[in-house]
């Protein structure tokens, strides 16, 4: 049986700053200790009252290529790395303030968060986390493309993706694992995200990410790559790709005993199964009427 482990925030702001893979633009970022039961919330700073934007799936908005949030007609967006972060340290309370709604892009990976993180500290707090047992199977997605989740025989939070695409350059991979904090750093965290050379060129004749270059990100030739660059992990899309996985499902809020396998499914399907959860998690009703109410 999983017990219940203690809630944390971060012991001191980090500052940390980057440009936007989307706009290009500058932001500057701060992430701040919060209050036990708080959550993860988005502060824009740059905007009249600085508006609040809570880091829940109920909050998301359908978008290419990226998570977005959005209350009350602000949004930020390009949340999952910052997302996975903070969940692959099991940090569960923190403001996040920035001065622009697109969060840095780095690498592609989510390493400089969590390096700023670590040095932040991790603080213990006193209230327990809400942990979420999937018992059920449940599934999204078609036969093309999908997620399923089922309990976990271990009682820990497992995710496995399996990628396939039909350019050699990139293939069939496959990775999976228990996702621990020490796992999360060492296996995921630093694995960048990527795109086909044809992809990136039609993004940039739209105007977008006109400053990133190949070693700013994995970009793929249809046959070969990725251009002047080189992978980390020889399965480094597959783990990207389960990075992805836990930023998206960090917005349900909860911790996750259960195991759960995805087929070349991405930030939409990620959102269906995080609202496919809250749809079968009834006995969790007064959490989810606390978070729809912040939402």
Same mark, same amino acid.
């Given at each position: 049986?999983? &017990?219940?482990?203690?809630?944390?925030?971060? &012991?001191?702001? %980090?500052?940390?700053?980057?440009?936007?893979?989307?706009?290009?633009?500058?932001?500057?970022?701060?992430?701040?200790?919060?209050?036990?039961?708080?959550?993860i919330a988005?502060?824009?700073? +740059?905007?009249?009252?600085q508006p609040?934007?809570? %880091?829940?799936? /109920?909050?998301?908005?359908? @978008?290419?290529? &990226?998570?977005?949030?959005?209350?009350?007609?602000?949004?930020?967006?390009?949340?999952?790395?910052?997302?996975?972060?903070? %969940? @692959?340290?099991?940090?569960?309370?923190?403001?996040?303030?920035?001065?622009?709604?697109?969060?840095?892009?780095? +690498?592609?990976?989510?390493?400089?968060?969590?390096?700023?993180?670590?040095?932040?500290?991790?603080?213990?707090?006193?209230?327990?986390?809400?942990?979420?047992?999937?018992?059920?199977?449940?599934?999204?997605?078609?036969?093309?493309?999908?997620?399923?989740?089922?309990?976990?025989?271990?009682?820990?939070?497992?995710?496995?993706?399996?990628?396939?695409?039909?350019?050699?350059?990139?293939?069939?991979?496959?990775?999976?694992?228990?996702?621990?904090?020490?796992?999360?750093?060492? +296996?995921?965290?630093?694995?960048?995200?990527?795109?086909?050379?044809?992809?990136?060129?039609?993004?940039?004749?739209?105007? /977008?990410?006109?400053?990133?270059?190949?070693?700013?990100?994995?970009?793929?030739? +249809?046959?070969?790559?990725?251009?002047?660059?080189?992978?980390?992990?020889?399965?480094?899309?597959? &783990?990207?790709?389960?990075?992805?996985?836990?930023?998206?499902? %960090?917005?349900?809020?909860?911790?996750?005993?259960g195991r759960?396998?995805?087929?070349?499914? @991405?930030?939409?399907?990620?959102?269906?199964?995080?609202?496919?959860?809250?749809?079968?998690?009834?006995?969790?009703?007064?959490?989810?009427?606390?978070?729809?109410?912040?939402?």
């Amino acid at each position: 049986m999983h &017990r219940n482990r203690l809630q944390t925030t971060i &012991r001191q702001n %980090a500052i940390l700053s980057g440009r936007g893979y989307w706009s290009g633009r500058e932001v500057q970022m701060e992430f701040c200790p919060a209050d036990e039961n708080s959550g993860i919330a988005f502060v824009r700073t +740059d905007l009249p009252g600085q508006p609040r934007i809570q %880091a829940n799936v /109920l909050n998301r908005v359908k @978008g290419p290529r &990226r998570t977005t949030l959005v209350t009350g007609g602000t949004c930020v967006e390009m949340v999952e790395h910052v997302l996975a972060a903070l %969940a @692959g340290l099991k940090i569960d309370n923190c403001e996040i303030r920035v001065d622009e709604p697109e969060m840095p892009g780095f +690498d592609g990976s989510c390493s400089d968060f969590v390096e700023s993180l670590i040095r932040a500290g991790i603080e213990t707090q006193t209230s327990p986390k809400t942990v979420w047992v999937i018992r059920d199977v449940i599934r999204v997605g078609n036969e093309h493309c999908w997620i399923q989740s089922e309990p976990s025989p271990t009682g820990q939070f497992e995710l496995g993706y399996q990628l396939n695409y039909w350019q050699p350059s990139i293939g069939q991979q496959e990775f999976s694992c228990v996702i621990t904090r020490e796992r999360f750093q060492k +296996d995921i965290a630093r694995a960048r995200t990527f795109v086909l050379k044809s992809e990136a060129n039609l993004l940039q004749q739209q105007g /977008l990410g006109l400053h990133v270059s190949y070693d700013d990100i994995l970009v793929f030739d +249809d046959s070969f790559g990725p251009i002047g660059n080189e992978l980390r992990y020889t399965n480094e899309c597959a &783990r990207h790709k389960v990075l992805d996985m836990i930023g998206d499902l %960090a917005l349900v809020g909860a911790d996750i005993e259960g195991r759960f396998t995805a087929y070349r499914s @991405g930030h939409q399907l990620n959102a269906q199964m995080a609202n496919a959860l809250i749809n079968h998690a009834e006995i969790f009703s007064g959490y989810f009427d606390s978070v729809r109410k912040s939402a």
